[in-house]
């Protein structure tokens, strides 16, 4: 048997967690149906915590939790609360493909983002891409035609921002936090805020119920190890193109499991808001410019534990020459 290029592997790699991630959508939505997302959020921080808790174990550095950069901390913690409860909503409203569409202006938004944040120019070809992009998002959701905008779409953009808020402030501090800090201080957080605020939308969880919390917590950490190992095996510029093939399964899923049928201008649209965070994506990997390569090293679905995304693209780098 023909041993696998080290693209190939995370290439393979990176389909299937991203392919564990729609399925943990598809709970996600489930669960949407019943409980509010601050308690969603709630259980499944909860059901977090143990494998939190055996990750500070592991982690051999001896060095205080006090963050040392506090204020970019809090940044990513208010973008990490933000995109999971807006992510969540939408989840539970909107259809899983229109979902996937406007979370896919993620790379966009981190772009944009990089510029005050990390000190990146914009240049011609970057907005050029973002302007393709939101161009994209009019498209799927054809103002003024028979959509009907609502909260749900609000959310998704919502959670496109607060997870490119929560991935770009900690690129900013990524090689000065322990990984402990970038980890913990998001899922406290979470805890803390859905708590207080969970007698408010509390409804009772049968044991059928909480094990399917319990399901969502497992397949996120399946899913976040699988595709960090789909990093470390493989450049970045061929794995993160791979996030995109979650709208395919989000329309299986949502054609069988929910009745839903995506329209072919979602597809237009959501075809060329891939295109242009593609374009990005190519622009970061080529060129010259763009050294800190912002979406490159931060475009995934762990908003808590950057700090691996960072040793996988540091070893890529060294192992080619190329970057910083």
């Not at 991935?167 to 970038?182: D, H, M, P, T, Y």
């Not at 805020?193 to 049968?206: C, F, H, K, R, S």
């Not at 622009?283 to 979406?295: A, C, D, H, M, Y």
């Not at 040793?311 to 910083?324: E, H, I, Q, W």
């Amino acid at each position: 048997m023909a041993t696998l290029s080290p693209n190939l592997r995370g290439a393979l790699l990176g389909l299937l967690g991203f392919a564990i991630f729609a399925a943990n959508d598809v709970l996600v939505k489930v669960l949407g149906q019943t409980y509010a997302p601050v308690q969603t959020l709630f259980f499944l921080v909860l059901f977090g915590f143990p494998v939190a808790l055996v990750m500070l174990v592991s982690d051999p550095t001896e060095a205080s939790l006090r963050p040392r950069r506090p204020f970019w901390v809090g940044l990513r913690v208010v973008g990490y609360l933000v995109n999971s409860i807006c992510g969540f909503y939408a989840f539970a409203v909107l259809p899983l493909a229109q979902v996937y569409s406007l979370l896919f202006t993620g790379p966009l938004m981190i772009t944009l983002l990089a510029v005050p944040i990390l000190g990146e120019r914009l240049g011609l070809p970057r907005l050029g891409a973002i302007l393709l992009g939101f161009a994209g998002v009019l498209v799927v959701l054809r103002p003024g035609g028979d959509t009907e905008l609502g909260l749900g779409h609000l959310a998704a953009f919502g959670a496109a921002f607060g997870g490119s808020l929560a991935a770009v402030a900690g690129r900013k501090v990524g090689e000065i936090e322990r990984n402990a800090v970038l980890l913990l201080y998001p899922m406290l957080a979470a805890f803390v805020v859905t708590g207080l605020a969970l007698p408010a939308v509390y409804i009772p969880v049968p044991l059928d119920h909480l094990a399917l919390f319990a399901v969502v917590a497992a397949l996120n950490f399946a899913a976040s190890l699988t595709v960090i190992a789909a990093f470390r095996a493989g450049e970045a510029a061929v794995v993160s193109p791979m996030n995109y093939s979650q709208i395919l399964w989000a329309t299986a899923f949502g054609a069988l499991l929910f009745g839903e049928f995506p329209d072919l201008m979602t597809f237009l649209g959501s075809l060329i808001i891939i295109a242009s965070g593609l374009v990005i994506v190519v622009r970061e990997q080529i060129g010259e410019r763009s050294l800190k390569r912002p979406v490159l090293t931060t475009l995934s679905r762990i908003p808590i534990a950057p700090a691996a995304w960072r040793v996988a693209g540091l070893r890529k780098r060294k192992g080619t020459g190329s970057g910083k």
